[in-house]
């Protein structure tokens, strides 16, 4: 008997007019010891199948209305966990069935410490006493590669990084040796060197364990480096099951095609030094020349330093040296890619040249205009001529306005149109973004994770800027929606002449996207230089670590990360007279600089 058989799962959620219906029908089956990868877009019901095996959906709202979900437990008994009591359903979540959520500062406590919250379920399943329990709790740390697990017992979620967390997660879940462990979205919010290390150990466990997988993700490389099977839903329904190496040789769904379509590839513009947006399978991708070379730069910025100092009480703890004495220069219609992982000082140097974190020093200019010192009338110069896109579009929109109105909002306060004719222009700028006229009258809940997204870019073109800080801009979104809003930078780009400051930790977009990639550590720029140099031919050990640990949509070649680096990136936090060493850049090949180290050559 398979460790899980699913068979004809119907769940809903109540609605104004009656049930609403999110999966239907859905067949699913997992061996002991296999890892069946289900994948699908944001509304797909991936998620919710995962709570209704767990009978977390029960506390949900949502209610299972038809099938039966048969799992074999440890004893060897068939269970219909449908049919299951509240109380047995707590009995197996944990020695049976486990489960990994996307976001481990949310699902972690945060007023209990990590040993105590790793220890709770030893002794609730176990029986063991607290004593015991806190030493299987250093055991499990040591196994999720957490160092110093002794001392990290005592810390709390706050005080661990995200990859941190998203280990002790694991290591709750695993607490009590699970026959299922059920991951959904375990790695979407981290770094690609987290995020390889993460994937690494659930294969490595799950092979000790020998326990089945099931991996939910939007992420297509992931599925290629983690699953045996794929499941494959949309609009709550399966639409494609098989094998790993047959669905990306051949999908057999349009579904299917269109999401590995949308994957991009890390190497598939080695040969080409311009940008390219995405195209359909067997269509060719047109190179995008935008940059104005012979005009003066949008954006400069000299040795600017951002910092952060930490005070306990009255006394200077130390500092968080965000952003150290960071140099770069953005041309017209020029995509600079700013790279690295969580921490390494990308979003401060984005928000310092809007103002909107100080910098110690240095000289930002913006169209050649010196804005470090800001009065009233250059300050909303600055306002006008630089927009930042947010990573999160629902975060960033007022949720009591319409659309209309937050596109609006800069019109008026640039004074770039009055009467009739800002109405006319917040149509044109949404037909510009891709949307309709009708959807000025929406509110944000209203519209999707794209959408919003769209109506972030057209609220930001708004002001006519020369620049746009683009923040993440599509990390939360899925794989399709990405492309879309990817290629839709790049129209815009082409049609008005817009440069770019692209931060990012995906690689394989920042290929896509950029003409030129700068890559940071620490606060520092320690690689920058055109995209094909940088990326074709990395020089710093960074630089190479981040390209190493992309995963590749290819099954064929999993397992590449074996080898990779487990240690964590240093903190940022530094004594109050330990002032950071700042290593000069030197230029390898044409417009290509690379940081020298003094200590140890580089790196």
Do not use: W
Request: net charge neutral; with cysteine.
């Amino acid at each position: 008997m398979p460790l899980l058989n699913v068979r004809g799962l119907d769940i809903a959620f109540p609605g104004e007019h009656g049930p609403i219906e999110v999966v239907h029908g859905l067949d699913l089956t997992v061996e002991a010891g296999e890892t069946v990868a289900i994948v699908g877009e944001s509304g797909s019901g991936k998620s919710v199948t995962a709570l209704a095996i767990t009978r977390l959906l029960d506390h949900a709202g949502g209610r299972i209305t038809a099938g039966s979900i048969g799992f074999t437990d440890k004893s060897g008994a068939l269970r219909d966990l449908a049919q299951e009591s509240p109380e047995a359903m707590r009995h197996l979540r944990g020695p049976e069935i486990a489960m990994v959520f996307q976001e481990p500062m949310t699902s972690l406590n945060p007023v209990l410490t990590v040993g105590r919250q790793i220890a709770e379920g030893v002794m609730l399943h176990q029986g063991r006493s607290e004593a015991a329990a806190l030493a299987e709790a250093k055991r499990l740390l040591e196994a999720v590669r957490i160092p110093d697990a002794e001392r990290q017992l005592g810390r709390y979620p706050f005080q661990l990084s995200g990859g941190m967390r998203q280990r002790v997660m694991i290591a709750i879940a695993l607490s009590c040796r699970p026959r299922l462990l059920i991951a959904d979205e375990p790695t979407t919010a981290l770094d690609v060197t987290v995020q390889a290390q993460v994937l690494r150990l659930m294969r490595g466990l799950q092979r000790e364990l020998g326990m089945g997988l099931i991996f939910i993700t939007h992420d297509m490389g992931v599925v290629a480096e983690m699953a045996d099977r794929v499941v494959v839903m949309q609009h709550g329904k399966v639409v494609e099951t098989n094998d790993i190496g047959p669905l990306f040789a051949a999908p057999q769904h349009p579904y299917t095609a269109m999401l590995l379509d949308a994957v991009p590839v890390l190497g598939a513009l080695s040969d080409e030094p311009l940008p390219a947006p995405f195209v359909r399978r067997g269509e060719a991708a047109v190179p995008q020349d935008t940059v104005r070379r012979d005009a003066a730069p949008v954006l400069e910025l000299e040795k600017v330093t951002t910092r952060f100092d930490v005070r306990r009480g009255f006394r200077l703890a130390g500092r968080i040296h965000a952003a150290e004495q960071v140099s770069l220069t953005v041309a017209p219609g020029e995509t600079l890619a700013l790279v690295g992982e969580s921490g390494c000082g990308k979003t401060t140097t984005g928000r310092s040249i809007i103002r909107l974190e100080e910098p110690r020093s240095g000289t930002i200019r913006v169209n050649g205009e010196d804005v470090s010192r800001l009065n009233s009338a250059n300050e909303k110069r600055l306002r006008r001529a630089v927009q930042f896109v947010f990573q999160d579009p629902f975060a960033s929109l007022d949720p009591r306005l319409t659309i209309g109105f937050s596109i609006a909002e800069p019109i008026h306060t640039h004074k770039l149109a009055t009467g009739p004719a800002v109405r006319a222009r917040v149509q044109a700028l949404l037909r510009q973004v891709g949307l309709l006229p009708e959807h000025a009258n929406r509110y944000p809940h209203e519209m999707s994770g794209g959408q919003r997204q769209r109506v972030c870019i057209a609220r930001a073109l708004a002001s006519e800027p020369s620049l746009i800080i683009a923040d993440e801009a599509v990390a939360a979104l899925d794989v399709s929606i990405r492309a879309q809003v990817v290629n839709l930078l790049m129209d815009l780009q082409a049609r008005l002449g817009l440069a770019y400051l692209f931060i990012s930790h995906d690689m394989a977009v920042v290929e896509r996207v950029s003409h030129r990639v700068a890559v940071m550590y620490l606060g520092q720029i320690v690689e920058i230089g055109p995209r094909q140099a940088v990326f074709g031919d990395p020089q710093h050990p960074y630089t190479r670590r981040l390209l190493a640990a992309v995963p590749v949509p290819d099954p064929a070649r999993r397992n590449r990360h074996d080898g990779l680096d487990d240690s964590e990136v240093p903190s940022p936090l530094r004594r109050p007279d330990d002032i950071p060493v700042v290593a000069p850049l030197v230029e390898v090949g044409p417009g290509h600089f690379v940081a020298r180290h003094q200590v140890g050559g580089m790196y």
